[in-house]
């Protein structure tokens, strides 16, 4: 049976990739956090360990059940068995895995930053499946909104970046505001599109 992948940050976001069957799916015991590791170089999302959370995502099928090219996008990340902590309405259930940055990876040494351009295809992707809850419970149940935010919009360091309607970004901005994130002016950092 082709094994299927459970992915919670832009992989939710279904114009980023065309692996097929994609649908809504929630892993229970796991939350998302913004973190650093060496691999890459600004803050990404990781799945952290948390018995009482439950967020909500999308499953597909990995194609031909190789991993090789999901592999490759989530460098930097270990893969997961996950089959019997994801809800979901598929009959037979497939095998499923999701990808998590290994603790011993996190905390490293460079730009502390969530990339807004990155935030952007994220909560567009949420929005597009979930509707404006599923964005609300998105910022609710990721940590570290502490991290500044570049605001990268007017070029893009994010190599998927999408392009976004004033209501999406007007709600992205909205919920950046209510959890009192500080987004930063593109001229105060600089970043290469290298590893992102």
Do not use: C
Not at 7 to 18: A, E, F, K
Not at 136 to 142: C, G, P, W, Y
Request: charged share 20%; glycine share 8%.
């Amino acid at each position: 049976m082709t094994p299927y992948f459970f992915g919670y940050g832009s992989l939710v976001n279904i114009q980023t990739h065309d692996y097929p069957d994609a649908q809504p799916a929630t892993l229970g015991g796991w939350r998302r956090a913004w973190v650093r590791t060496a691999a890459r170089d600004v803050v990404f999302l990781t799945a952290v360990p948390d018995p009482s959370s439950t967020i909500d995502g999308v499953i597909a099928a990995v194609p031909d059940g190789d991993w090789v090219a999901l592999d490759a996008r989530e460098y930097g990340y270990a893969r997961h068995s996950s089959s019997g902590a994801v809800a979901h309405d598929l009959n037979p259930a497939p095998d499923i895995a999701h990808y998590a940055i290994p603790p011993s990876a996190m905390g490293a040494a460079g730009n502390h930053i969530i990339l807004l351009s990155y935030l952007d295809v994220v909560v567009q992707g949420f929005l597009h499946l979930y509707g404006t809850s599923g964005v609300e419970r998105f910022f609710d149940t990721t940590d570290g909104w502490n991290t500044p935010v570049l605001d990268d919009r007017a070029a893009p360091v994010y190599s998927r970046h999408r392009s976004l309607t004033k209501g999406e970004t007007n709600l992205v901005d909205h919920h950046l505001n209510r959890l009192s994130a500080r987004v930063e002016e593109r001229h105060q950092t600089t970043l290469a599109a290298k590893n992102i």
